[in-house]
Nanobody, 123 residues
Framework: VQLQASGGGLVQAGGSLRLSCAAS????????MGWFRQAPGKEREFVAA????????YYADSVKGRFTMSRDNAKNTVYLQMNSLKPEDTAVYYC?????????????????WGQGTLVTVSS
């Protein structure tokens, strides 16, 4: 699976962005998907995950209630709707794919990664 993330940019605090991650390959619906982020000087951290069907989602406490992850298997795409953005959300955001057999909170659970898209939130 090849992943291509897009949708990042510069936004003021309180604003919104929607990230997209387009996947190639006919087996996209076989994978659970996740979003991670990495701020300058920090480790990559879990943001959100979604099951292969889209029926289950899970969020980091820091984004719960503000971010929503979804997927469209017909379009081979996952999304991350980010609302009420804060300066501390500034990071490079990565989408990733993992087999159904693994949990999804850690980077090592994921086999495939997109190139990242930069989100900058100004105060």
């Amino acid at each position: 699976v090849q992943l291509q993330a897009s949708g990042g940019g510069l936004v003021q605090a309180g604003g919104s962005l929607r990230l997209s991650c387009a996947a190639s390959g006919r087996t996209f619906s076989s994978y659970h998907m996740g979003w991670f982020r990495q701020a300058p000087g920090k480790e990559r951290e879990f943001v959100a995950a979604i099951s292969w069907s889209g029926g289950s989602t899970y969020y980091a406490d820091s984004v719960k209630g503000r971010f929503t992850m979804s997927r469209d298997n017909a379009k081979n795409t996952v999304y991350l709707q980010m609302n009420s953005l804060k300066p501390e959300d500034t990071a490079v955001y990565y989408c990733a794919a993992r087999p159904r057999s693994r949990n999804g909170l850690f980077t090592y659970d994921y086999d495939y990664w997109g190139q990242g898209t930069l989100v900058t939130v100004s105060s």
